[in-house]
């Protein structure tokens, strides 16, 4: 099972940015797929996650209101759209897979496969 998150780069605060989640062997109609940051001196952060087998995004607190979740299932790809960037988004982002069927309410113990992150700069 791989997953690679791509996409991340520089971006002016107030900014956008899509990343990508490539899956290889993973079925995310059945299973789920999560969004994770990583900031320097901080734990891992969970951003949202897309449930499977109900087709349907999931957002945590951290980022809520500014970003999308959504799929392309004929692409296997999982995008992660963020909006209004702020310097305190600066982080690796991940992306992570569960065999979890529905996504919402779990954190990052419940991800089984984690793909390389992405570095996503917001400069101020």
């Known amino acids: 099972v791989q997953l690679q998150a791509s996409g991340g780069g520089s971006v002016q605060a107030g900014g956008s940015l899509t990343l990508s989640c490539a899956t290889s062997?993973?079925?995310?109609?059945?299973?789920?797929i999560g969004w994770f940051r990583q900031a320097p001196g901080k734990e891992r952060e969970g951003i949202g996650c897309?449930?499977?087998?109900?087709?349907?995004?999931y957002y945590a607190h951290s980022m809520k209101g500014r970003v999308t979740i959504y799929g392309d299932k004929d692409k296997r790809t999982i995008y992660l759209q963020m909006m209004t960037l702020r310097a305190e988004d600066t982080a690796v982002y991940f992306c992570?897979?569960?065999?979890?069927?529905?996504?919402?309410?779990?954190?990052?113990?419940?991800?089984?496969?984690w793909g390389q992150g992405t570095q996503v700069t917001v400069s101020s």
């Open positions: 992570a897979g569960t065999i979890l069927a529905y996504c919402a309410g779990y954190g990052a113990n419940a991800y089984r496969y």
């Open positions: 062997e993973f079925s995310f109609e059945e299973n789920s």
């Open positions: 897309f449930g499977g087998k109900e087709n349907t995004p």
